[in-house]
């Protein structure tokens, strides 16, 4: 999981909602599914474009 200038990295799935969330700051968000996301074994790096 390597962040350049035009990716933004920490993106897990999780395994409640089947979503990626970003892990990036100190709340994790609240699931759709319920309670907090559950972070699963998969971390994508995410392209952005200013």
Do not use: R
């Not at 920490?10 to 968000?29: E, Q, R």
């Amino acid at each position: 999981m390597v962040e350049t200038p035009a990716t933004q990295a920490y993106w897990p799935f999780c395994d409640k909602c089947y979503a990626l969330f970003f892990w990036g700051y100190p709340a994790k968000g609240s699931c759709p599914a319920g309670g907090a996301h559950e972070a699963q074994g998969f971390n994508f790096v995410i392209p952005h474009y200013a």
